[in-house]
């Protein structure tokens, strides 16, 4: 069966429960041969560290093997379509990761493939990261129901989206703390409204928080509103001051690439109560588990 991983809206609660269950026994001790023969197409429109090299890695860890396939050096960097790319590529592979701009180019890529496709960032969405910051959240504290999430900066990023999406299915509260022309998508809003709340006071957003999480203040492909965005977001800096306004034992998160100084102080980041390294790790250990159910 053809079984795409677009959005956290394509797993039930179940499902999750057993991606978690699989990706902590495969963080214990990796199951060499489970994707033995099987082929994933890594095609990346954006940059990327931890997402490429994590899928990479995952998939030699269960036996598989990648292929990357950047956006430029592609054809599509020429002007086959996305339709015939995705026609091609399922000849090929057995399922394909894509980062891209547009979300409506992977809803397309997915429609097109005979193979499941799996997001690994869009302009709207980052399922696979929020995904893992749920085990994440799960590994820190042993539960999810119940707990809430404070975000703080850009309310409009892929991150955050995505984890108004996870918390809504694993029954964890959410803040947006953000200022004004930064709020999240409408649409993502309405779908999360019972669970997700937006403020504009860090202090209200952050009142028993258990996470204070933070993404880049200039998301990839919006470099031009850098200056606009920095000076908007700036009273939003996760830094010790902020933290101080959660729950005593609240963690720390970031989904990587921190801007150090920016949307979070070296203090934070390399504090007692940062998780970012596990974070980063649990990318691996979850986006495995994902692997082996999809394919
Ligand atoms: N967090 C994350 O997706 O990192 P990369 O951009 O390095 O893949
Ligand atoms: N919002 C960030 C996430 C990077 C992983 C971006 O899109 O650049």
Not at 236 to 246: D, E, P
Not at 256 to 277: C, K
Request: proline letters at 3%.
């Amino acid at each position: 069966m053809e079984r795409d991983f677009l959005s956290m809206h394509d797993l039930d609660e179940h499902e999750i429960a057993m991606v978690f269950k699989t990706a902590a026994s495969l963080k214990k001790k990796p199951i060499q041969g489970i994707l033995r023969d099987k082929n994933l197409v890594l095609l990346f429109q954006k940059p990327s560290t931890r997402t490429m090299v994590s899928f990479d890695a995952g998939m030699s860890q269960l036996g598989g093997h990648s292929v990357h396939l950047s956006w430029n050096e592609s054809q599509l960097g020429r002007g086959e379509t996305v339709s015939d790319t995705a026609k091609v590529l399922s000849r090929y592979s057995d399922g394909i990761v894509a980062r891209l701009f547009s979300h409506k180019d992977i809803e397309e890529l997915a429609r097109s493939a005979d193979v499941p496709v799996i997001n690994g960032l869009t302009d709207l969405l980052h399922p696979c990261q929020a995904l893992s910051d749920m085990f994440t959240i799960r590994e820190h504290f042993g539960h999810l129901k119940g707990l809430k999430l404070c975000f703080m900066g850009d309310g409009s990023s892929n991150v955050c989206h995505s984890l108004m999406n996870a918390c809504k299915k694993v029954g964890m509260h959410m803040a947006v703390c953000c200022p004004d022309g930064h709020a999240p998508d409408k649409k993502i809003l309405s779908d999360n409204a019972d669970s997700v709340m937006v403020c504009s006071k860090p202090k209200e957003g952050l009142h028993k928080a258990d996470v204070v999480y933070t993404d880049t203040w200039v998301s990839m492909g919006h470099e031009k509103q850098a200056s606009r965005k920095s000076r908007a977001l700036r009273p939003y800096q996760l830094n010790a001051g902020i933290m101080r306004l959660a729950k005593p034992d609240a963690i720390a998160m970031h989904c990587l690439p921190a801007h150090r100084g920016d949307e979070i102080t070296s203090e934070v980041m390399d504090g007692q109560q940062s998780v970012v390294w596990d974070q980063a790790e649990n990318r691996l250990h979850v986006q495995k588990a994902l692997l082996a159910m999809v394919l």
